[in-house]
């Protein structure tokens, strides 16, 4: 890897690292310029990580991460002190982390939930084709634009669907555990960005809009699907 700080390097390495992680759910991902990191989330049942009944959780992921390939070595650490176990990985060569926690620890609160379900197998992939397509975007924009490597910030929120409680009451009993209450969206912000690709960077965004009641409304965008708050003032 690259020493030169990089939001497109440390999103390429993310990408791949949730490829690896596969059903894990992304309860929280968190890029500051070249710094990256996610709280994922194991799923119940042993048989979604392929772990033998006498094995931690833990010990299937750790297999899984370690033989996945597009990724920098990574690095292990089992965190006891708190009430919950905690797994930390660090990718050599690049400032990406990711803590892996029991499905115990997440509560359908901390992510504005009204409950947890099998609509959160659906978001892992979700997460990872709008961070391909943010690497893409930083990419491309350097490529158009020159200069150093541009940073930015991102953060993974998950907001209510408003329609959400119709479709659940419409929905037959076996289905509505599939049926997802939040939606996934990322808040974006300059890190350290030219003017130049700034607007190349705005160029390669699609529907580009205004949300929010009047006073408070603010620019956001779609990247692959996915909802994107851009910076509310003079953000081009």
């Known amino acids: 890897m690259t020493g030169v700080a990089s939001s497109h390097h440390a999103l390429v390495a993310g990408s791949a690292l949730i490829g690896v992680l596969g059903s894990l759910f992304p309860a929280g991902v968190k890029l500051v310029g070249d710094r990256l990191e996610f709280v994922f989330v194991l799923p119940d049942g042993r048989e979604a990580l392929d772990a033998e009944p006498s094995d931690h959780p833990f010990v299937a992921v750790k297999e899984r991460i370690r033989q996945g390939g597009g990724i920098p070595p990574p690095r292990f650490f089992l965190d006891t002190d708190g009430r919950w176990t905690r797994l930390h990985v660090e990718l050599a060569g690049i400032a990406v982390r990711a ?45 158009r634009a020159g200069g150093p490597e541009p940073l930015i910030d991102l953060e993974l929120v998950y907001v209510p669907i408003r329609d959400f409680e119709a479709v659940f009451a419409r929905a037959h009993e076996p289905v509505r555990p599939f049926v997802a209450p939040v939606r996934p969206v990322f808040k974006m912000r300059w890190h350290a ?27 956001t965008a779609t990247v692959t699907g996915v909802e994107v708050e851009l910076p509310p003032r003079h953000w081009r």
């Open 99 to 143: 803590v892996i926690v029991l499905p115990d620890e997440l509560t359908a609160g901390a992510i504005n939930a009204p409950f947890l379900g099998h609509w959160q197998n659906q978001v892992p992939g979700v997460v990872r084709l709008a961070v391909d397509e943010f690497a893409r975007i930083l990419a491309r924009c350097r490529h």
């Open 193 to 219: 960005v030219t003017p130049a690709q700034r607007k190349a960077f705005t160029a390669d965004l699609i529907d580009v809009t205004s949300a929010g009641r009047w006073l408070r409304r603010r620019p």
